[in-house]
């Protein structure tokens, strides 16, 4: 078995690095730059440069990169590894529950009590993190970020890079376009066109709409 690199050295790759050891994988260590004081027992194999150094058929890499307000590092870096050949591991928490009928691309990390039901897809990168539901049939698309505790219903498209914020929900059959934000709290009861932040309840584009993430 190919051992793991991560990359990243802050929260998200702590929790990557937590789901990984539950699951017994071996972590040959992280790359950042600069040791982490949040990465106990685990050797900082230095900067992001190291990975001109990693052969791809050796190590699989972690995208221990988080997102906050914006996808976009999180992509960029999942796109940077694969251009060099490397394959971007998946991550699911063994106590998250995938049921086996949902399709799981490569890079996509599912975190801690976070529920995917069945026919649900989660496309390359897509990061579904702790507590978060996404119900039956719900596509997920590229590096989308379904943050700690959203809830998706059944049936919802959430476009590339979008972000779903913390606790937000989105109803039966909405479409989210590609990178809009939901902020945190929302609730999202009719689509949301690409490149879009929406908030409240029920969710509205905020004043500046029109910002790009
Ligand atoms: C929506 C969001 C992206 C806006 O971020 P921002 O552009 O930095 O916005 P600001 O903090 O400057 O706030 C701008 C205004 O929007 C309001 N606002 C911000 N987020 C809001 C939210 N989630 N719901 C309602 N109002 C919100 C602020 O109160 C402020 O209002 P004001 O102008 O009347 O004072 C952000 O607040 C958010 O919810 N992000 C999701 C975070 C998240 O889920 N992270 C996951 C980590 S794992």
New binding site residues.
């Given amino acids: 078995m190919a051992e793991y690199v991560l990359l990243g050295g802050g929260g ?1 790759a702590r929790s990557v690095l937590a789901a990984l050891r539950l699951r017994d994988l071996p972590v040959r260590g992280y790359l950042a730059p600069a040791p982490s004081t949040t990465m106990p027992g685990l050797a900082h194999l230095g900067g992001d440069e190291q990975l001109e150094l990693l052969e791809p058929g050796d190590v699989a890499i972690v995208n221990g990169l ?4 914006s996808t976009r590092a999180r992509q960029a870096l999942h796109e940077a590894v694969v251009r060099r050949g490397f394959t971007v591991a998946q991550v699911l928490h063994p106590r998250a529950f995938i049921d086996p009928g949902a399709k799981v691309a490569e890079g996509v990390q599912v975190l801690a009590g976070a529920v995917v039901n069945v026919g649900a897809e989660l496309q390359e990168g897509a990061l579904v ?1 702790s507590g978060a539901i996404i119900e039956h049939d719900t596509v997920v698309g590229p590096h989308a ?1 379904v ?2 505790g ?1 809830v998706l219903a059944g049936g919802v498209r959430i476009g590339g890079g979008a ?4 606790g ?1 929900r989105v109803i039966q059959g909405i479409s989210v376009g590609a990178g809009s ?1 939901v ?4 609730v999202v009861v009719c689509d949301i066109p690409a490149g879009v ?1 929406v ?2 309840v029920p969710a509205r584009p ?2 500046d709409e029109g ?1 790009t993430q």
Avoid: Y
């Fill in positions: 998200h988080g997102t906050t307000e993190n970020h943050a700690p959203a972000l779903v914020g913390l937000a934000v902020g945190a709290g929302a932040t908030v409240g905020r004043a910002r």
